[in-house]
């Protein structure tokens, strides 16, 4: 047990155990936002609160025993960053309340009850899987040119859920009249040589599926994406922020600050059946202009109108 963890047992200060599939450095901006939230229900970490984080860094086969150990720690409560960090948490048998974002159906993922009356655990429910075909509609409109589109799968966030996300995309790109390549990558390497295959397919821009995985190789893709002069839409605005060309999607810095509200409203006594399950009721597209310009398009009039965001 860490000196930290012994002294906050003996304040009586609260430890909450924060699980992730991503990677610290990558994920900073959205953990600054869960701070924020448990900031507004009055509890500073290192002060009031006791944070033991644990990270996967995209490895989702290290979260079983991850979750292992935090279960080990006297915490108060766990916070679960991802689907794949939920159902870790989940399979501990953890007794204490847990705290979760996933993108996929928390009733049909067996994580809670109901929407309404969760259970011992609840959270904010992402929603960004069912947006597919919707992304490939505006990636289109910037890039009309495209008759081959890629479509980037991570098969062990679930191989069901990344069929139902090539089939959402699948059926815009048959309407659109594109053919679509799909690509599965699990690794790093896997990655690279899965834009090495689309560009050999033929594609000229591309779909990411969301997934905590791929936000932890953010750089990577977006490199890629450049290299290959592969436009590419996303499902978080940190792609674009970080030079990708697009982004449609829930804000997930808001979903983690409001992750940090219900873990302190627990904290403060609530119970996770007394806390509905969120879910997003605003959209954003982020669009990044300077990448818009190096990639040779000209950002139609019905994209600058309805984006969020522009980034020069």
Known sequence: MTTQVVRAQQSGVPVVGFLSARSPNEAAVHTNAFRRGLEEMGYIEGRDVTVQYRWANGDYSQLQPLA????????????????????????????????????????QAGLVTSMNRPGKATGVNFFTGDLGGKRLELLYAMVPSARVVGLLLNPRFGTERAEQHRQAVATAAQTLGCELVAQAATTETEIEAGFAALVRAGATALVVQNDPFFDSQRNQIVALSSTHRMPGIFHIREFPADGGLMSYGASLSDTYRQVGVYAGKVLRGAKPNDLPLLRPTRFEMVINMKSAKTLGLAVPQSILIASDELIE
């Open 68 to 107: 292992a150990d935090l279960v080990r720690q006297p915490l108060s409560l766990m916070v679960a960053g991802g689907d794949p960090a939920a159902q870790a948490a989940k399979a501990t048998g953890f007794e204490a309340p847990l705290v979760f974002v996933v993108g996929q159906d928390p009733v």
